[in-house]
């Protein structure tokens, strides 16, 4: 297994691509996931460390485990079949009590992140599936003074790429797009 941390999340003409580095070894390989909009949005805000009104599904979740005290001990991704990971929650209590419960990468993943909770993906899975990335190396001394970017926005990626559509008269793009919106503002 590699232990691996959020690189990226992108608004893709496909969807959202999700980007996991390995946080050892090489960090111009990549392994790619999409993702859809209401994950993808849960993911940014967990990175963002925004607070929502309510909490969203990701949030209740962490919610239950910790009422049943439950920790969320890892997230494992751990085979891909016909284009589609599979990932499992690994849970565990003080008692010594242990659970596997089968998730989607891409929920396991959201909820990792509130958990603050390590990401692991089997070493075949990465192997197979990575992608290799040119990189620019920042000179260590001026990277330390650049403040992070702040993750992306799902909403207004959506937005833009809707306004493009429109302009380059992309229709069926937009529409499709303007449906992931409506999917945003009913999660």
């Given amino acids: 297994?590699?232990?691996v941390t959020v690189f990226n999340l992108s608004l893709t003409k496909t969807g959202f691509?999700?980007?996991?580095?390995?946080?050892?070894?090489?960090a111009h390989r990549l392994l790619p996931i999409l993702i859809g909009v209401p994950e993808a949005q849960s993911i940014a805000l967990a990175l963002a460390g925004k607070p929502t009104p309510r909490p969203m599904t990701h949030d209740l979740m962490k919610r239950l485990l910790e009422q049943l005290?439950?920790?969320?001990?890892?997230?494992e991704i751990t085979r891909?079949?016909?284009?589609?990971?599979?990932?499992r929650l690994l849970l565990h209590r003080d008692s010594g009590e242990k659970w596997e419960v089968d998730a989607r990468p891409s929920d396991a993943i959201a909820l990792a992140l509130r958990c603050q909770a390590p990401i692991w993906v089997a070493q075949e899975v990465f192997e197979k599936n990575a992608i290799v990335v040119e990189m620019e190396v920042a000179?260590?001394?001026k990277a330390k003074r650049e403040p992070k970017p702040p993750p992306p926005d799902p909403r207004r990626q959506l937005e833009e790429e809707?306004?493009?559509?429109?302009?380059?008269?992309r229709y069926e793009d937009a529409?499709?797009?303007?449906?992931?919106l409506k999917?945003?503002?009913?999660?």
């Fill in 162 to 169: 809707m306004k493009r559509a429109i302009q380059e008269e």
């Fill in 1 to 3: 297994m590699i232990e």
């Fill in 175 to 180: 529409a499709r797009i303007r449906d992931q």
């Fill in 139 to 141: 000179e260590p001394a």
């Fill in 69 to 75: 005290d439950v920790r969320l001990h890892r997230v």
């Fill in 183 to 187: 999917q945003l503002d009913h999660h």
């Fill in 17 to 26: 691509l999700l980007l996991l580095k390995p946080n050892e070894g090489p």
């Fill in 80 to 87: 891909m079949e016909e284009h589609t990971f599979f990932a």
